[in-house]
């Protein structure tokens, strides 16, 4: 596997309260994506204490209980993010109601898990066609499954942002784990809701299907998203299917 992230500020927002973490030469190849909320750079550390959170999970638990499903170890690695910054904003007053989005897959050769929380993206390109693999965890999102909105509508609606669903704001967790399979020269992508009210799904697709190296691919995807206003943190991580190198980062 080949994997690389890009995180920025945006062109609006003063902090970044995206993080990033991946991991593709260990024994189990994992990527992470989180997107923080809350007052007092609170955000900022609530993301950055989840990424941590499920990658020190997965180092330490996983070789001591390597049968375990990946389903079962993906969600127990939320669970304990989710006790991390829940236990952390109890004890710290000024970060009462610190929250964040959190998305993350595992890696097998031709299979991957994938749990989320909240309204960051998962998407598969495949043969060229561009697959969004999670439903945001949102108000509108909501209004959509139950036929009140279009889901163009959604793109646009002023309440799109509020999520129903995240990570840290409630003493239990409800993240959403699904199975999938992904084949040689397949791109899996984690993003930020930074991307994805720039860019458009259909543009994603373009864009990660032309010529170039997904490090191009990745920039392109990013320099789109400023260039049409960057209003939010951008945060993009992508993994494709041949070669095997590390990385780990976090917001900058």
């Known amino acids: 596997m080949h994997a690389l992230g890009r995180s920025h500020v945006g062109r609006v927002r003063a902090v970044n309260q995206d993080s990033y973490g991946i991991r593709v030469d260990g024994p189990q190849p994992h990527i992470v994506v989180a997107d923080g909320m809350g007052g007092h750079n609170a955000g900022e550390v609530a993301s950055k204490m989840a990424v941590d959170a499920v990658m020190e999970y997965m180092e330490k638990t996983r070789a001591e209980n390597p049968e375990k499903p990946l389903s079962e170890w993906l969600l127990q690695s939320f669970e304990y993010a989710n006790r991390t910054i829940f236990q952390h904003a109890a004890s710290h007053p000024e970060q009462a109601g610190m929250g964040t989005t959190l998305i993350m897959t595992l890696f097998e050769t031709d299979k991957f898990w994938i749990g989320h929380i909240g309204d960051s993206?998962?998407?598969l390109l495949h043969d060229g066609k561009l697959k969004q693999i999670t439903?945001?965890?949102?108000?509108?999102?909501?209004?959509?499954?139950?036929?009140?909105?279009?889901?163009?509508?959604?793109?646009?609606?002023?309440?799109?942002?509020?999520l129903t669903r995240a990570l840290g704001t409630d003493e239990q967790v409800q993240a959403e784990i699904q199975?999938?399979?992904?084949?040689?020269?397949?791109?899996?992508?984690?993003?930020?809701?930074?991307?994805?009210?720039h860019?458009?799904?259909?543009?994603i697709e373009t864009i990660l299907y032309a010529e170039g190296s997904l490090d191009e691919k990745v920039d392109t995807l990013l320099?789109?998203?400023?260039?049409?206003?960057?209003?939010?943190?951008?945060?993009i991580v992508a993994v494709e299917n041949v070669v095997l190198q590390t990385e780990r980062g976090d917001a900058k």
């Open 121 to 123: 993206r998962g998407y």
């Open 199 to 203: 860019v458009s799904a259909a543009e």
């Open 179 to 197: 199975e999938g399979r992904w084949n040689t020269e397949d791109i899996l992508v984690l993003c930020s809701d930074g991307l994805t009210i």
């Open 135 to 162: 439903q945001d965890h949102s108000l509108v999102q909501e209004l959509v499954r139950n036929g009140q909105l279009s889901e163009e509508e959604a793109e646009h609606h002023p309440q799109r942002h509020i």
């Open 223 to 235: 320099e789109l998203a400023l260039t049409r206003g960057g209003h939010d943190n951008i945060t």
